[in-house]
């Protein structure tokens, strides 16, 4: 029983050592400035839209592909 004990009290202990040590590296990290953030998201967003109609198109050749051979 005082085994059990001790092992939650570890793992008590262990969340907070995570806890802390985790706000210490939180306050390390160099943050972007906002006009590098805004274009960093713009690249992003750019990025995401022409992959996205690229996928788009290329499944839709597949489907018409498909379509075409299932049909015939």
């Not at 202990?13 to 006009?35: A, D, G, H, Q």
């Not at 713009?42 to 990025?47: C, D, M, N, R, W």
């Amino acid at each position: 029983m005082s085994q059990e004990l001790e092992h939650e009290k570890q793992g008590g202990f262990k969340l907070f050592r995570y806890i802390k040590e985790s706000t210490v590296e939180f306050k390390k990290v160099v943050w972007l400035k906002r006009p590098d953030a805004v274009r960093m998201t713009g690249f992003v967003l750019a990025f995401a839209t022409v992959f996205g109609v690229f996928i788009y198109g290329v499944d839709s050749v597949i489907s018409l592909l498909f379509n075409f051979i299932l049909v015939k």
